[in-house]
């Protein structure tokens, strides 16, 4: 049994110009000790998805339409506040993707690392500081029996993602949602994230979702990727499949802007964007999203929204032609 299934899972949200489908019809699955990358634009519904999967969003604006989340085969789209409670931080984290804005600005960074192990543990205040000490230290922040006593506009972009990271793993969960966990930061600092979030990982047995829009990123820690575009999954396969053998055209357009290191010196080549925008999600029409944006799209491609079908071993793609590569 999977550890995380989504099946048909839709958040809408309601504006003043209709019915926003930021989710609609996601399906995939997480195993226990796997890294799924979750990649596409922003605007594509993978933080919503996260979010629906922790019962985050605003209820209202936002409403899950339709759908299952099944953790541990247990659906948590109808469970109540109180026990989403017992389930977050203890069984599911997330790391947010703003740092600045995640943590208050008011309690040291020790006491919101504590906050969850006194909640899910049942610690005392002291045995809770004590284990953020320990946490900080797990995260690689120098001095950490005196950094513990510190707020967040202390500590620079780099060591506040640390922090999230500490927060999240407090109290050992299986999955972890990490939500753009390099946005903002400089590439050196994005390494050695992404380097710290694998050891953890391989060091504590979990499984995390990792949510970018960078597919560098996701060729680097992933072991299986899906593709979201315009509220849906587009394509689906392990990493290795994805990048020798890219169907869908628009994780096509993904892999060809990624910067070659080992051919810019030989060759200058332009990075080749995806033109157009990703479209607006109030009231959808039928048809294959992507199509305005696609080189290949024909008359049929805007008659029937493409199913997600099995076009290789462990490879989902939802398009009508076969683009190949």
């Known amino acids: 049994m999977a550890l995380l299934e989504i099946k048909g899972l839709k958040t809408h949200f309601k504006t003043d110009d209709g019915w926003l489908h930021a989710v609609d019809g996601v399906d995939l699955t997480l195993d226990a000790g796997e890294t799924l990358g979750v990649v596409g634009e922003s605007g594509c519904g993978k933080s919503v998805t996260a979010k629906t999967v922790m019962k985050l969003i605003d209820m209202p604006p936002g409403k899950i339409v339709a759908g299952q989340v099944l953790w541990k085969g247990r659906d948590l789209v109808p469970l109540p506040p109180d026990e989403m409670r017992k389930i977050r931080a203890k069984e599911i984290s997330i790391i947010f993707q703003e740092p600045m804005t995640s943590l208050n600005p008011v309690y040291s960074v020790g006491e919101q690392i504590a906050e969850s192990l006194r909640l899910h543990e049942g610690l005392s205040r002291k045995d809770a500081l004590d284990r953020a000490v320990e946490l900080l230290k797990l995260v690689r922040i120098p001095t950490p029996e005196r950094r513990v006593n510190d707020y967040p506009h202390q500590f620079s ?46 060091t504590m047995g979990m499984a995390v979702m990792l949510i970018t829009h960078a597919m560098g990123v996701v060729a680097e820690v992933a072991q299986r990727v899906v593709v979201m575009y315009a509220g849906k999954v587009v394509e689906e396969a392990s990493v290795e499949e994805l990048f020798a ?25 332009r990075l080749e964007a995806i033109p157009g925008v990703v479209p607006q999600l109030i009231e959808p029409a039928e048809g294959c999203r992507f199509a305005a944006r696609c080189k290949h799209a024909v008359a049929a491609c805007l008659n029937a929204t493409p199913p997600l079908r099995v076009v290789a071993p462990g490879h989902k793609v939802a398009c009508i032609l076969d683009v190949g590569t």
Do not use: N, W
């Open 245 to 269: 053998h890219p169907r869908h055209p628009y994780t096509q357009g993904l892999i060809r802007s990624i910067p070659r290191i080992d051919t810019a010196a030989v060759h200058k080549v």
């Open 157 to 202: 972009g780099g060591m506040r993602q640390r922090v999230m990271i500490a927060i999240a793993l407090a109290c050992k969960p299986q999955l972890v949602i990490a939500d753009e966990p390099t946005t903002a930061l400089d590439v050196t600092i994005q390494a050695q994230i992404l380097d710290l979030l694998a050891e953890l990982k391989s």
